[in-house]
């Protein structure tokens, strides 16, 4: 249920209640009208609407539509139930969401608001459980008035539901999420027999007996748990897009994640799939101030999100466009980290996420809160309101981005990656419970340090969730130290019937339950890689003590170390003590190769100074082409394909104007004489391609 009236929506956060002064109201929507921006967000906050039961003020959401109305520019509303009025945190104490070590959450400021309401908890979860009827029916009957209100509004674009889709690890430990949870377990197992046999606890007599994990370990209790919180708070979010539906069938159904899939899916819920797969547009909160503004970083800021959105739209819903100070995050940083933004930070990170397949750019506010700990961040207009040259920018962007001349570079979608970077949530919710306890947190690195490898050697790599494998033939499955046999057994047939998987050590080695398999690989994969293990030592604090061999390249090892028999698969590296380290084997059509260790870490944690010339062996040894091969390694490249054309985008995150040699492969298209698509009045003779500093090149391909 997509919308057509916006080319390129092109906009902000703009009213958080407390913030922008009412005085400066239509002002501020002339400017944003007359400099191009055709959308703004704003928090609909329950504790600022419903003063009283039943009591609903809507006098300035109301100003803001017809403002918005009047100014060509549409509205997204964001629900934001989860900012919980204070007559209903005393009305429903009971129903207070408690952390794991008992306290309740209660009623704190926003920082991102400057208004009451919020929980202290830092997830996406209001102070009150929504596992309470008498909760969830007081928040419906909001999120139905809202609705109702605004549905047929000329300014309405949408909505935007559980605002940056995340909760807390610590919570819901309440006796109504606890009830939620035995009903879960009690659908999942039918009886409590079976129960006890999985869990192995022998001594319940009634349901009531069940008490959620409150310390994390690798047993079949915190599996369960990790699931029931993922489980019940993305139905929960179920709830809130049925309620509006209930009223509003037209209107665009909208989420944003915080691009958290890899980090932190299995402890704050951030599962992009999940949540994208409930709504027609998605999109994602990144700030360079909080992440860093490394070329990497931001690439998989929104690669994550295009593999997450499986072909729908999807937006960089929460782009920074200011500076940040103060925060924990920017501490100790340099200058020119996101700490200060400068107008060739608005348009590279713009520019990243559109070539990234991104079909939407908001900034994380229109201009800055005046309140609280947030002052002044990340606004492109300055504190009162009036133009910069980083709004500026933003104007000059969003005027081209809807030009008509653009429909078919928006039309256009980035081509599949030549590899894919395996997700699969078991994985790391497993790696979850069994490093809780310790500094180290490998699966991160791993994955990071993969994904970085094979993008700064020229390649695109996606991310590819195990539920999406059969679209690929050549996967890298980093940290693969958990999954289940029925996933064993999907990657065991994917690749008979032709699939290229390379894995690190340790694939399947806890099963089901997280039980460890006797016969590793696990769950028959000994046969898919052609080999048996001789040895295993899970000592990832020292980990970067492990060297081996790719034929007679040295590579520097990471994480775990397995070492291998062959049964059936043949020798290609050794580790220095001598034990067989790699093994390539022929299974079915495909092919595998088994490494023995995890020389992803080593590259993330190195930043890239080691085992960069390992991964372009991979990639070598896959036998695939690039899309594009660059003999600058300075630049990024994505290719676009669609109906009304195809084009090439040469991204150039340094402060200095690159030159580069530019192949495609064969089918991408041929790249020609021509005026540029961006930056404005542009050209390309032929021949060398120049990428000026912090900007792309965006040329129409033959």
């Keep these: 249920m997509l919308r057509n009236d916006i080319q390129l929506p092109y906009g902000a956060v703009y009213f958080r209640k407390s913030n922008p002064p009412q005085a400066d109201w239509e002002r501020d929507y002339k400017v944003a009208g007359e400099d191009g921006l055709n959308i703004f967000r704003h928090w609909f906050m329950w504790s600022a609407i419903e003063v009283a039961p039943g009591v609903y003020d809507w006098a300035e959401y109301d100003r803001q539509l017809d403002l918005a109305a009047q100014n060509g520019i549409k509205t997204m509303i964001a629900e934001l139930i ?98 939620a949870f035995r009903k879960w377990l009690e659908k999942k197992y039918g009886d409590l027999k079976t129960l006890a046999l999985a869990w192995h606890r022998y001594s319940y007599t009634e349901w009531d007996d069940i008490e959620p994990p409150v310390h994390m370990a690798p047993y079949p209790e915190c599996i369960d748990w990790l699931k029931f919180k993922r489980d019940n708070f993305y139905d929960q979010m179920q709830w809130r897009i049925d309620t509006i539906r209930a009223v509003d069938q037209k209107n665009v159904i909208a989420a944003h994640g915080i691009s958290g899939a890899i980090p932190i899916m299995a402890s704050n819920g951030c599962d992009d799939w999940l949540a994208a797969s409930k709504v027609e547009v998605y999109g994602f909160t990144w700030v360079q101030a909080r992440k860093g503004s490394e070329a990497w970083k931001n690439w998989y800021g929104v690669d994550i999100n295009r593999a997450a959105a499986r072909g729908k739209p999807f937006w960089h819903a929460e782009r920074q466009g200011g500076p940040l100070w103060l925060q924990p995050q920017v501490i100790g940083r340099d200058k020119q980290d996101g700490r200060v933004v400068d107008p060739e930070d608005i348009r590279l990170w713009s520019m990243t996420s559109l070539a990234g397949g991104a079909r939407g750019i908001l900034n994380l506010r229109w201009r800055p809160l005046l309140d609280g700990p947030l002052f002044g961040a990340f606004g492109s207009y300055a504190m009162d309101g009036s133009r910069t040259s980083r709004s500026d920018m933003a104007s000059a962007m969003a005027k081209w981005a809807n030009e008509p001349a653009q429909a078919a570079l928006w039309e256009a979608k980035p081509v ?287």
């Design 82 to 179: 989860h900012a919980v009025p204070d007559w209903a945190v005393r009305k429903y104490k009971h129903a207070l969401q408690v952390n794991a070590d008992g306290s309740k959450l209660g009623s704190y400021m926003g920082v991102s608001a400057a208004t009451g309401g919020f929980s202290n908890n830092g997830g996406g979860a209001g102070a009150l459980t929504l596992n309470c009827p008498e909760v969830k029916e007081a928040a419906g009957r909001f999120l139905t008035a809202l609705a109702t209100r605004y549905k047929d509004h000329p300014a309405i674009y949408g909505y935007d539901v559980w605002n940056e889709c995340n909760y807390s690890a610590d919570v819901d430990y309440s006796d109504y999420a606890k009830a």
């Design 416 to 702: 599949r990656g030549e590899i894919g970077i395996l997700v699969v949530p078991e994985t790391q919710e497993f790696e979850y419970l069994l490093s809780y306890d310790r500094k180290e947190k490998p699966y991160p690195e791993a994955m990071w340090g993969a994904y970085r490898a094979f993008l700064e050697n020229g390649v695109q790599p996606d991310w590819v969730h195990i539920d999406d494998i059969d679209a690929y033939d050549l996967l890298y499955f980093p940290y693969p130290i958990m999954f289940t046999a029925e996933q064993a057994a999907r990657l065991t047939a994917w690749v008979e019937k032709g699939g290229t998987l390379i894995s690190e050590a340790c694939p399947g080695y806890f099963g089901d339950r997280g039980h460890v398999g006797t016969i590793q690989p696990n769950m028959g994969l000994d046969k898919v890689f052609g080999a048996l293990e001789d040895e295993v030592e899970f000592m990832p604090d020292i980990g970067d003590r492990i060297h081996f061999k790719l034929d007679s390249a040295a590579v520097d090892g990471g994480g775990l170390l397995q070492s291998y028999r062959l049964a059936g698969g043949t020798a290609r590296g050794n580790f220095d003590d001598g034990r067989l380290a790699v093994v390539e084997h022929r299974f079915g059509k495909g092919r595998t190769l088994l490494i023995g260790t995890n020389p992803s870490i080593a590259y993330y944690r190195t930043e890239g100074r080691a085992n960069g010339a390992f991964f372009a062996e991979l990639f070598r040894w896959s036998g695939k082409a690039r899309h594009v091969s660059l003999s600058n390694t300075a630049l990024f490249a994505r290719v676009h394909q669609g109906e009304k054309g195809s084009f090439l985008w040469l991204v150039n995150p340094t402060r200095t104007t690159q030159m580069t040699e530019v192949e495609l492969a064969v089918g991408l298209g041929t790249l020609g004489a021509s005026k540029a698509v961006w930056p404005i009045g542009a050209t390309h003779g032929g021949g060398r391609v120049e990428v000026p500093a912090r900007d792309v090149l965006i040329l129409s391909l033959g």
